[in-house]
């Protein structure tokens, strides 16, 4: 298995910036993909941004594109999520993700990931 702990999150006013790490354990030499998830209050988990372990092809949900950035380090076992341009709506707990079984076509799919971090959460004010 692996295990993902999240960790960054905090309370930034609106227009500024975060960094959110995810430091991976386990068995790291299975990841294909690193995901990050967000879900805000009342809402459902949402699909936010994703990177293969080896390539590092990238993808974002349209809601952060241009303002977020997925990164990974694989010798540090280490994916992050920089966020600038912070909008209240993007409040919500973030959560790192990835599994054996995940594949690139389905890198959104929430149960393509096998393994999930506790989350982070991330608060941005008005």
């Known amino acids: 298995q692996v295990q993902l702990v999240e960790s960054g999150g905090g309370l930034v006013q609106a227009g500024g910036s975060l960094r959110l790490s995810c430091a991976a354990s386990?068995?790291?030499?299975?990841?294909?993909?690193m995901g990050w998830f967000r879900q805000a209050s009342g809402k459902e988990r949402e699909f936010v941004a994703a990177?293969?372990?080896?390539?590092?092809?990238?993808d974002y949900a349209d809601s952060v594109k241009g303002r977020f950035t997925i990164s990974r380090d694989n010798a540090k076992n280490m994916v992050y999520l920089q966020m600038n341009s912070l909008k209240p709506e993007d409040t919500a707990v973030y959560y790192c993700?990835?599994?054996?079984?995940?594949?690139?076509?389905?890198?959104?799919?929430?149960?393509?990931?096998?393994?999930w971090g506790q989350g982070t959460q991330v608060t941005v004010s008005s």
């Open positions: 990177i293969t372990w080896s390539g590092g092809t990238t």
């Open positions: 386990g068995r790291t030499f299975s990841i294909y993909a």
């Open positions: 993700a990835t599994g054996r079984g995940v594949s690139w076509s389905a890198r959104s799919s929430i149960n393509m990931y096998d393994y």
